[in-house]
């Protein structure tokens, strides 16, 4: 069965410094990888997504994601915080392997707080 | 276009009591799911409907089943509330090209429930 990661509930950041979100995953076969985003009272909305191919993926409002499948990791990354990207963000994996579903499961989240 | 959309958006409900819970899809889009996310954590998956059909299901008890009519709208059901089945729960909608797995979830801003 595939599983997701996140090893810190909480990350901080001060603006304008570099943010890594960590999150690991496990999965039989091709990894399909997502990073989602959730501000207060609403649903979650899509960043990026691994498929296949470059191992640095590039997703809305500047983040990036590097994929590594010898570490089996998939860490979120921005190069430059903002206030506005504090937030809770989930790393998710589909799967759906050998039983023909299509069940995206979630990580636990991380909490974003990047201060001004 | 409009996107997901989620009714009712808060319910207030006792133990024992049912509700159902109801989602339209981003027109075009024949894949919707279920999440339910209790606060603190991660979306956890129900269940998964593709063309009226359910193609994938979570670990969570006969209380809960759903389904999805012809215009790919969808309810969920939970019988015999229960105060731990208090949480937002989220539907999700997909658009899925045959044979791919690989596509983003895009979500409504849930249905809040309390039961007290």
């Not at chain 2, 015999?80 to 208090?86: E, F, P, R, V």
């Given at each position: 069965a595939q599983s997701v990661a996140q090893p810190e509930d909480q990350v901080n950041v001060a603006e304008g410094n570099p943010l890594t979100v960590k999150c690991t995953y496990s999965v039989s076969g091709n990894p399909y990888l997502f990073w989602y985003v959730q501000y207060p009272n609403r649903g979650l909305q899509f960043l990026l997504k691994y498929i296949?191919?470059?191992?640095l993926v590039k997703g809305s409002y500047g983040f990036e994601a590097e994929f590594n499948k010898s570490q089996t990791s998939f860490h979120l990354k921005k190069p430059s915080a903002l206030v506005s990207d504090s937030a809770l963000y989930f790393c998710a994996v589909r799967g759906g392997f050998g039983t023909g579903g299509f069940k995206t499961i979630f990580g636990a989240g991380t909490r974003l707080f990047v201060k001004a | 276009d409009a996107g997901v959309t989620q009714s009712p958006t808060h319910l207030i409900k006792t133990r024992g009591q049912q509700v159902t819970l109801r989602c339209s899809p981003i027109s075009g889009h024949k894949s919707v799911s279920w999440y339910q996310q209790v606060l603190g954590q991660g979306p956890q998956f129900i269940f998964q409907y593709y063309e009226k059909e359910e193609r994938g299901r979570g670990?969570?008890?006969?209380?809960f089943s759903a389904r999805q009519f012809p215009n790919y709208s969808s309810e969920l059901n939970v019988n015999?509330?229960?105060?731990?089945?208090?949480a937002l729960y989220l539907c999700a909608s997909s658009w899925i090209p045959k044979?791919?797995?690989n596509e983003k979830l895009f979500f409504g801003s849930g249905t809040q429930l309390s039961v007290l």
């Open positions: 296949t191919g470059d191992n | 670990n969570f008890p006969d209380r015999a509330l229960l105060l731990g089945d208090s044979g791919a797995t």
